[in-house]
């Protein structure tokens, strides 16, 4: 092959890096030393261990034993990296890293913390984020504000998803798993062999195709008539990727993802209910049986309207008895529920882009230098239906049902006003019962979203410097159109669209200088980057009727303009061949913008500011490596993502919650004890809350305000994660070799979202965290593999995830005045075969 250096990204052994969780047995180097492992984390490749910076990659090996699929499945398995999937929608997931916490992912208007790449492009929203990707070869984790070289939303850190790029030579590689749950999983990826000549005609080109697809049946049985169960997969991804070696210094990467999903999410389990009053002193049960009494005694009134007997007791008694029912059954993953509406997700999303590079070599004074031009263009489309909640309020022929426990009150009141005869709002509200229903959650969102960019970067290296220069564009467009109902009838069928878009361009520059100072061992990384962009929306709320009268339509748009100056400073020095520290100051920013759910909702950037330093070493003729860090930050303006119900509706109201002071630190050890054995421990802390928090103000005259600052908590992020594994050669023989691995991760208990706050009675109320409970997943592989089948190689392996069957929420929502807790659970005990075949 001509252009032999730019096939160079074959699946490399190990990552192996700052923080990384200690993974596979190609970790191994001769002689049992861990493998020196090369990133591209600064725009460069070097070595993950010469690298100042807090890093994890994992290798194609690490992401197949882990079964990452996507940047969901991320989360708990490396210490310092935590998040949560959005309830009621697939394929969107919030990542968080050292307690900086993106929220809400479903939500359009809101940009990540933890900014998301692939091959290099960066994807814009968290909407559609977590999809499956065909075939990766590496992902590279980079923790703390990236601003310089990832620009803004990048507040947390990064991570790269990078997929196989073609050898150039015929190759396949096909597996398939069957599990329980009646799990399918097939993957197949072909290379094609090159043809051309680079520096003759048209040059070089070579490809490679792949495909995969998921399926599982669902965790949860569906209990309601006609209902698919919960929790199901179905999920497809293809990749193409074409190499044009037009000569061996000049050539263009053409890779091409499409992913889909079409399934029945997780069972949103009801756990518990909010009191009714703003003091806490009234249950939704309670007062649901003392309108149980009085309408029974209005029903006995002579001319009392017929539908309190007919309708209104016999639904009460069903709602008492399924809200009973949801207590009786309590917290723990349950194993069905129901739904009025399954809750359905459908995800589309395309990427392209096109990387054109030019290695020009010697340029005098500027030394070696390498052009890049990144184009990439994607396109999004989600839809969501359905329940947020477990309660099956569906009328049957007589239009009985469990209905929602605020139309009961809201009927005890119209009808205590009348000692139970019929007027015109009662008639207004029974009408509405019959046309909408009486149910208490339905999600109707359909989104489309769409981004183009354009990266130029000059990467260069002298005797004494090594640099990189750049400029970045990006522009989107989004639409929101949700139809969603909560708490059916009372606040009617109104809907909230809006049309958002962002342009911003960025310049930024980075080198690392070697002054030749104490023998070479210190070098310094200096980083500045600027940004400016500019977002708008288009709101337009649709008038709509409630029970109670009509509500006016909303338009307005609106447009505000942002600037950013990031940067960071590294001060790197080598204690010695085997030892290397580093002192890290760094900055990041996170786009302000409009929230689209909330009707003329303006949120101001966010800033961070973060000191770190951090050690790296490889002990023991290489066979011991200790890494670590400990950092602290100032995070000033945080943008923080609530599920408010002051509307009527759930909206995920976003505001600047002032500040935050935090520390933390990670530690990383991995040991070869012997040439045939890998153990490894991670561990991860962060402490610290809010300093400062927006207060919870009511909308009664004289106003009651909550001073939130001491009540508020971190979000989505434990104090503390731990990992422990063992990758172990049991035999070698004529026939293949037996291996397995192991791995546990352990996290302490977390809060789900910093504040669970409403508007009850014109008074604030603050509601208790749910709290997600601590988790120990316990996941392994055994492997047969390198038998030897014609060319190529079969591997046959028994796998099983969450082994102990743990029995943990990965998340929860507090509904507010609507009244309802409802959770998610992660997966219950998981296991299979697999076979693959690589030729």
Known sequence: MQHANHFRHAPLALAISLLSVPVALPALAQGGALEEVVVTAQKREESSQDTPISITALSATAVENRGISNSEDLIGELPGL??????????????????????????????????????????????????????????????????????????????????????????????????????????????????????????????????????????????????????????????????WNITDSVYVDYNYDHSELDEIGALQQVVGYNPVDAGGNVSRIGAMQGMLQAAQGWAANPGADSRIAERWIPSLQQSIAAYQNALDRGEGRADDGLADFAPASQNDVDGH?????????????????????????????????????????????????????LVHLTLGQLYGASSGYAFAQVDSLWNGIDNIGAFHTKQDTDTGYEQFSEELQMVGSTDRVDYALGLYYFEDEGKYRRNAIFAAPLNG??????????????????????????????????????????KDIDYNYGAYETPFGPVPAQVTSLSESFSNVSGNFTLAYQFSDQVNGFFRYATGYRSGGFNGEVFNNAYDEETIEQYEIGFKSDLWNQRLRINGSLYTYTYEDLQVSQIRTDSGAATSVITNAGEADRWGGELEMMVSPLDDLILGLSYSYVDGDFEKFPEVCGTNVPTTCIDTSDIAKRGASPDHQVSVSADYLFARTAFGNLTGYVQANWQSDWVETALWSAVVGGEPVIYDHQGMDERTIVNARLNLEDIQVGDGYLRVSLWGRNLTDDDYPNFAVNFGSLGLIAEQYGAPRTYGLEVSYDY
């Open 82 to 243: 935590s998040g949560y999937t959005a309830p009621g929608s697939r394929g969107a997931s919030s990542l968080a890293m050292r307690g900086v916490s993106a929220g809400n992912p479903a939500n359009l208007s809101l940009d990540p913390s933890v900014a998301m790449y692939m091959d290099g492009v960066y994807v814009g929203k968290l909407v559609g984020s977590a999809m499956d990707v065909a075939e990766i070869e590496r992902i590279e984790v980079l923790r703390g504000p990236q601003g310089t070289l990832y620009g803004r939303n990048s507040t947390a850190g990064a991570v790269n998803f990078i997929t196989k790029k073609p050898t150039g030579e015929f190759g396949v590689r096909a597996s398939a798993k069957a599990g329980n749950y009646n799990y399918r999983e097939f993957k197949t990826n072909i290379d094609l062999p090159a043809f051309g000549t680079a520096g003759e005609g048209l040059g070089e080109f070579a490809l490679n195709l792949g495909y995969q697809t998921r399926l599982r049946d669902g965790f949860y049985e569906n209990d309601s008539p006609g209902g698919d169960d919960f929790d199901e997969l179905d999920r497809q991804a293809w990749r193409l990727a074409v190499t």
């Open 353 to 405: 882009s096109l990387t054109a590079t030019w290695e020009a070599g010697d340029m005098g004074v500027f030394g070696d230098v390498t052009f890049k031009s990144i184009t990439a263009y994607r396109e999004v489309e989600t839809s969501v239906f359905g329940d947020l909640e477990d309660i099956d309020s569906r009328q049957n022929a007589d239009g009985i049902g469990a209905y929602s426990d």
């Open 493 to 534: 069928a109104g809907s909230q669209y809006y049309d958002n878009a962002t342009e911003a361009w960025a310049a930024f520059s980075q080198a690392t200088w070697t002054p030749g100072w104490m023998d070479d061992r210190i070098a310094l990384t200096f980083g500045l980057r600027y940004t400016e962009e500019e």
